[in-house]
């Protein structure tokens, strides 16, 4: 059933602008969905996508301009006259319109803006521009269907009728006073089976969960997401109804959020994707391997000091790189579990009931790990002892990196401090260290070299 | 302006049961939105949690339940009759009835369907049961409103009255011929302003994206999220509309597979949350250990091999640990990437172009971690060749390591597996004994030993 985006089809588009077949371009891709005209954009190059978005009707482009990669959008405005930027603004969503603007060079993006016919919807996107990129006001749009409590049910369809022309998508219809301030919302339902001359304030659903407009984006997904909104108005101080946020533009949010997460766990400290450029991707990656580097030297640094123990316990150098992997993947484990349940807001208990229950798991863990260990010492050939001291110690330093993956994202997370980054890289480099560390320590205690 | 559950109220709630005042609960729970009551609920036991949802109004605790846990939920219905349960479900969208009914013992399940009083809504959870878990038919919910084609929009306006009543969300009005078949769907807009005695075959929008019942739910989720829709239908294989997947429920699957991919690589194998029992936590961990715990003694294996070293060139040893980390870091950082980009679908390119973007990546990595290697060698007073060896080997080991990171994912990607599970520990432990040998291999080579 679905519509897809073939070879050919890219292939005939690439033909068509060589040839500069204008007629054909445009009944070709007439059809086609904004969605899928971004993808066919996407796979062509700068010069062939700038002739198709300056070819077609710009309540298409306007569209498929929002969902190509934010580098080539520039790329492709940069090609644009202010004039054929402005009439593509005239046709976005003011939020869509605002985040376009917001990428150009200062002074052309004041240019655009002054080109902007409609006074209004100028007006409307500087507000936008002056809120902080992602808070409530960032993220919202204009485009609102309002009423007034005072009118009655006749004369709202009226001016809903005229409102809705520049609406895209009416999800809820909000009812304000005549200052303007947000008293409550008005179902479809309601409007649907009430009469004509019913007054809107006898009808309208008092109650409606708004945001203000410096509120965090997060919060605004929380809320969103825990009271199933598809849309949620927003205030200014004065309680004044000023825009709404809508769920598609969360989903991408929330979606970034879990990237996000995903990457620094990874070690990835920016938000880099598979095609950026070598440079960009390096940048991205190198501080994180450095700090790798660093955790890796100081194990040296500490073998250097049981160099001693090389005569008689060699085999205990053989077991560093088990040890560190045991101490980063049980660290990460942990920490990637806590990460999860503080942003899902379900991490419920004491710290001491969180304490014992990292200690006992570990203990599992751990106490299974070391009888593998001591079998495999047996049919290796080792001394029991010696098998013995690596599955004791390994054990310890399982409890510790479970501890130390647990707790440091919980004390981040009460000092404010986003927890995701004390996963992956950083919990890894300090696990490896630690766990080296201890390992040696405990070796010596129990073999005493 | 946001509500908070605080810790007074959920005791005041606590209190109330115990003395089991049912008027005063009643009362101060009855201008609580659901998903602040299921909050509530999810702070008591499970004695005070049954008594509250038997206690209120069914058309609060559905919705409440729904929010819940699904052990804690499970654990409620447990307490409660099959008519109780029935009950709820009379109150809930088809698609949260039948997720609570699969929940339930097969039997139980039976009888709770038998005991629901609106035979039409039996049958629809009936059929919803039907369908595989995460298609859209497992997705979606029997609630929408649908017209004919040969209606006017004054019997269209007159029938969505009536079926207003059972959809809390009107999200798309959608045409139907007379067999049932989706023929489009029809705007608010569109309604709104035509003249009542029009056909709604002269209004109607004839193009809607739709999916049918076996539609993946990662390829549902993807249509919605490209083409920007916050309802999609469905329909059956003789394409008539059957349901309807709105963009709430698909937040929640998009975000458990972000999750999803998270614990993967993150070494975690089910689904487990920071609240689960210490069995359960050890179930979904201790299998990825265990694999780490086999690379590890790969790696001592591959170091008693190479132990002739250790007379002249002890300091080898010193540095597998740092070897390892840089082996599964970028192994790591490169698998993330690919498999982000995979699941976005913007790996583009071919695969020569990835091999030798991947190697320049590397290199520069590489030969800047290099330099640090030879700087600390020096400080630290080793030998110039033995820190040349070091950094040479790391070099090699970390463009191994990328070119395992990136491709494992891609051919896992192209046979049809899951590439999110050579992300983590798979790579990490692979890494970790590729790369140690592959030091010691080097290292042999310029030293000769």
Chains 1, 2 share one sequence.
């Not at 040839?19 to 445009?26: A, P, V």
Request: glycine share 6%; charged share 30%; aromatic share 8%.
């Amino acid at each position: 059933m679905q519509f897809q985006v073939t070879d050919e089809l890219i292939k005939e588009v690439k033909d068509l602008i060589k040839i500069e077949d204008e007629t054909q371009l445009n009944t070709v891709l007439h059809e086609i969905h904004f969605a899928d005209v971004a993808e066919i954009i996407s796979e062509l190059n700068l010069s062939q996508a700038t002739y198709l978005i300056k070819l077609l009707d710009s309540e298409k482009t306007s569209e498929a301009l929002m969902e190509l990669e934010e580098d080539f959008r520039e790329r492709i405005l940069e090609n644009l006259s202010v004039k054929e930027i402005a009439e593509e603004l005239e046709e976005m969503d003011t939020d869509d319109a605002a985040d376009v603007v917001a990428e150009l060079p200062e002074e052309r993006a004041e240019k655009v803006i002054a080109e902007i016919e409609d006074e209004r919807r100028a007006e409307d996107i500087k507000e936008l521009l002056s809120y902080a990129e992602d808070t409530a006001g960032g993220l919202m749009a204009k485009e609102l269907v309002k009423v007034k409590e005072t009118w009655t049910v006749a004369g709202c369809v009226r001016e809903m009728r005229r409102q809705a022309e520049k609406v895209t998508r009416v999800h809820s219809i909000y009812v304000v006073d005549k200052e303007g301030k947000l008293k409550g919302r008005l179902s479809l339902k309601d409007l649907l089976t009430a009469s004509a001359k019913t007054h809107i304030s006898e009808v309208y659903i008092p109650k409606v969960d708004s945001v203000t407009v410096d509120t965090e984006g997060e919060e605004v997904a929380r809320v969103m997401q825990k009271y199933d909104l598809e849309a949620i108005p927003v205030v200014d101080h004065d309680e004044v109804l000023v825009g709404r946020v809508t769920i598609d533009d969360m989903v991408d949010f929330i979606k970034d959020e879990a990237e996000k997460d995903y990457q620094l766990a990874a070690g990835i400290s920016q938000d880099v994707e598979a095609d950026d450029s070598v440079w960009e991707l390096t940048r991205a990656r190198l501080p994180w391997l450095i700090l790798g580097l660093f955790g890796g030297l100081g194990s040296v640094f500490i073998m250097e000091n049981f160099e001693v123990a090389l005569t008689k316990y060699r085999e205990l150098f053989f077991f560093t790189p088990l040890i560190a992997a045991m101490a980063g993947n049980v660290g990460v484990q942990s920490s990637a579990i806590i990460v999860q349940g503080l942003a899902n807001d379900n991490v419920k208990g004491s710290l001491f009931s969180r304490l014992v229950k990292e200690i006992g798991l570990s203990l599992i863990s751990g106490v299974t790990l070391g009888i593998l260990v001591i079998l495999f010492g047996f049919f290796d050939g080792m001394d029991l002892l010696f098998s013995f001291t690596i599955a004791i110690s390994m054990l310890c330093v399982i409890i510790v990196a479970a501890l130390v993956g647990t707790f440091v994202p919980i004390i981040l997370d009460k000092r404010g401090i986003d927890p995701a980054i004390a996963t992956g890289p950083f919990i890894t480099t300090s696990n490896d260290i630690f766990g080296i560390f201890l390992f040696f320590y405990i070796a010596k205690l129990i073999l005493g070299f």
